[in-house]
């Protein structure tokens, strides 16, 4: 595996929200890709939705049990506006579907355009997500008795095995679930998970980018297939060990977990395509204040 080719572009792209931050004008690069199309930061916690979520519920809520029923409540909208009314009305801390279906039924846009979010057959999108959400809460003290146990005895906590508890509940599919994980790594929930080194749960973007750079066709490998599943996770530890060489990542800069490959290889699949012109790419740069 040739890592630099990655490296390459996770470094401009952390550069580009470097400057952003510094306040400097347009623009950030000269990669034209990076500067006509939008990618996604290489940090997750600088997003606009995270940033919000953190800053507003998660920071303050992060030694409380009740952090993991608010982290689902919140991803399964991503939405900051979304978030305002539901946090306003106590609806992160004491979900209420019925009052939280008047509160949003009459708002424009409710659910973040950047999920691919499918409610039950027969139901809106609302009622179905409200509907789903309940299901969840149906287990409300099985869940906060699991993060009471990880926060009470670190030993216990794991990203992977909370990730598959997650799935077991109705549509808390693998993508969903591993949005929340990830929110719950900065909380007491998981901080201390030694899994956070080993293992992330890579999305078809990350399948393909690490195809490309082995030089393999983009289905080559298939997650749903065991082995190569332990494949792909040895293909993302090599690329978090790559990271730790200063020639690929600064070590001024914050420093990569497994999430970080999981994501990164996800956007720079997206980034060949652009230069490799392989299908069309339909979200193009936006930008946000600050962002």
């Known amino acids: 595996m040739n890592p630099t080719p990655f490296f390459d572009y996770a470094r401009e792209r952390y550069r580009i929200f470097l400057k952003k931050e510094a306040g400097m004008p347009r623009p950030w690069t000269e990669d034209k890709a990076l500067s006509q199309f ?18 507003n519920y998660r920071e ?29 009305n106590g609806l992160l801390r004491n979900w209420n579907s019925n009052k939280a279906y008047q509160l949003l039924k ?14 039950p057959y027969g139901m809106t999108k609302l009622v179905g997500i409200c ?7 149906s287990n409300r003290e099985e869940l ?39 929110d719950l790594r900065y909380t007491s929930v998981l901080d201390r998970a030694a899994d956070r080194f080993t293992w992330a749960n890579p ?25 190569h599943a332990e494949i792909l996770q040895k ?4 690329l978090l060990s790559e990271s730790r060489k200063p020639e690929h990542w600064p070590s001024t800069w914050p420093q990569w977990e497994m999430r970080e490959v999981e994501h990164t290889l996800c956007e720079f699949d997206k980034y060949e395509r652009v230069h490799k012109g392989e299908g069309r790419m339909k979200q193009t740069y936006t930008p946000h204040k600050g962002k």
């Open 38 to 55: 939008r990618f996604c930061n290489i940090f997750r916690e600088d997003d606009r939705n995270t940033v919000w979520f953190r800053e």
């Open 60 to 88: 303050a809520n992060k030694n409380h049990p009740g952090v993991v029923l608010a982290t689902i409540i919140f991803r399964w909208f991503n939405k900051i506006e979304t978030g305002e009314i539901l946090l306003k």
């Open 106 to 119: 009459d708002q424009k846009v409710v659910f973040t355009g950047a999920y691919i979010i499918n409610s």
């Open 131 to 137: 509907n789903m959400i309940d299901k969840v809460m």
């Open 144 to 182: 906060l008795e699991l993060a009471e146990e990880m926060i009470e005895c670190p030993s216990t906590q794991s990203m992977k095995l909370l990730h598959q508890k997650l799935m077991t509940f109705e549509r808390l599919g693998p993508f969903m679930a591993y949005e929340v994980v990830t």
């Open 203 to 227: 999305g078809p973007g990350a399948v393909r980018g690490l195809c490309r750079l082995n030089g393999h066709p983009l289905n080559y490998w298939a997650r749903e297939n065991k082995s």
């Open 235 to 238: 293909g993302m530890q090599e």
